[in-house]
């Protein structure tokens, strides 16, 4: 089976620029998270999606992050503008019921 | 709120000695743990789960509700188990995964 998949691998941006996150989960697999994980922490979820509606944004700071995942497949993270302090890796992951299964991120720098 | 504590940020062995690296809870519910392991330039994988109450590579761990701990155990460590290990808690019947910083294991030859 194919795993869940993101581009790009790898952004550095200027504080005040925007960046978009792409992934693809894997074919079926119902939720979709969007995790921010910061230099010597732990994934701290952004945003949960069951098929193409929201579940949990709780922690996704709305005044800059968006994220939306048209026809319940394919999803897309946005940050407008970019601060210093989201510079870290963003995981996708997925999951049908259970564990979850995580793409290899896309690390974000943001100067 | 639910919570997940992994009190050693860095944990050293020798190879062949035993490892535990540990894991505390809090959450009022019944919850599922489990321990995600990310090996250097790869991906984060789920290692094991509770409910599955079996051995992965030679880990294992026992939910202990009495003391909200999830202590993840090896017997003989092997210098391929140097990863950055993650306890993570799911509150039952919810679909959202919390994870605890992480604890860096390194095994020496």
């Known amino acids: 089976e194919a795993g869940v998949a993101q581009s790009p691998r790898y952004k550095i941006i200027e504080k005040r620029q925007s960046v978009a996150f792409w992934c693809n989960p894997i074919s079926g697999h119902a939720t979709l998270y969007w995790y921010q994980q910061i230099l010597g922490q732990g994934p701290k979820l952004l945003i949960q999606?069951?098929?193409?509606?929201?579940?949990?944004d709780s922690q996704l700071p709305k005044d800059r992050f968006s994220a939306e995942r048209l026809k319940g497949v394919d999803s897309t993270l946005k940050i407008q503008p970019a601060k210093l302090e989201d510079s870290a890796v963003y995981l996708c992951?997925?999951?049908?019921?259970?564990?979850?299964?995580f793409g290899n991120g896309t690390r974000l720098t943001v100067t | 709120a639910q919570r997940v504590t992994q009190p050693e940020k860095l944990l050293s062995v020798f190879k062949g000695a035993p490892v535990e690296l540990k894991c505390n809870y809090s959450?009022?519910?019944?919850?599922?743990l489990f321990w995600y392991v990310q090996y250097s330039r790869q991906r984060l994988q789920l290692l094991l789960r509770?409910?599955s109450r079996e051995s992965i590579k030679g880990f294992t761990a026992d939910l202990n509700k009495g003391e909200t701990s999830f202590h993840l155990k090896k017997p003989f460590a092997q210098e391929e188990d140097s990863a950055m290990y993650y306890c993570?808690?799911?509150?039952?019947?919810?679909?959202?995964?919390?994870f605890g910083k992480g604890t860096k294991l390194t095994v020496n030859p």
């Open positions: 993570a808690l799911r509150q039952g019947g919810s679909e959202k995964l919390v």
């Open positions: 959450y009022s519910g019944s919850p599922e």
């Open positions: 509770h409910i």
């Open positions: 992951a997925s999951s049908l019921r259970g564990p979850l299964h």
């Open positions: 999606f069951q098929n193409n509606g929201v579940v949990d």
